[in-house]
């Protein structure tokens, strides 16, 4: 008789590095972007671009954590990190956010609460 297998650890995507997309990505799970994605990022939890990421369109999730570039809005439910690398070039809407020296945004930053 099979075994089915059950995952019980958390899921997540990595778009590596030399790696380029087009077109939207959609997800449930936790997706980390060391590559290039032209086209808007959909997660149901956490986002994040690594320091070589580059995302050209908005970002939608509960969490994000940038420390690469990304050109667009992004809405981010619950905390958005912005280490000292990130670049964001675009409007930002979060409940929380956290930002380190050196880090970029050149746009409108909008706190909300839910």
Same mark, same amino acid.
């Given at each position: 008789?099979? &075994?089915?297998?059950?995952?019980?650890?958390?899921?997540?995507?990595?778009?590596?590095?030399?790696?380029?997309?087009?077109?939207?990505? =959609?997800?449930?799970? /936790? =997706?980390?972007? /060391?590559?290039?994605?032209?086209?808007?990022?959909?997660? #149901?939890?956490?986002?994040? @671009?690594?320091?070589?990421?580059?995302?050209? #369109?908005? @970002?939608?999730?509960?969490?994000?954590? =940038?420390?690469?570039? *990304?050109?667009?809005?992004? *809405?981010?439910? &619950?905390? *958005?990190?912005?280490?000292?690398?990130?670049? =964001?070039?675009?409007?930002?809407?979060?409940?929380?956010?956290? @930002?380190?020296?050196?880090?970029? *945004?050149?746009?409108?930053?909008?706190?909300?609460?839910?």
């Amino acid at each position: 008789m099979s &075994k089915e297998n059950i995952s019980t650890g958390s899921s997540h995507n990595t778009i590596a590095q030399d790696t380029k997309i087009t077109g939207d990505l =959609i997800t449930s799970t /936790d =997706i980390r972007i /060391d590559g290039e994605i032209t086209g808007n990022v959909t997660s #149901g939890n956490k986002i994040i @671009i690594g320091p070589k990421g580059v995302v050209t #369109g908005d @970002i939608i999730c509960e969490n994000a954590e =940038i420390s690469g570039t *990304l050109n667009g809005n992004a *809405l981010v439910k &619950k905390l *958005l990190i912005l280490t000292e690398s990130a670049q =964001i070039n675009g409007d930002v809407q979060m409940a929380t956010i956290s @930002i380190e020296p050196h880090a970029t *945004l050149t746009g409108f930053c909008r706190m909300v609460r839910e």
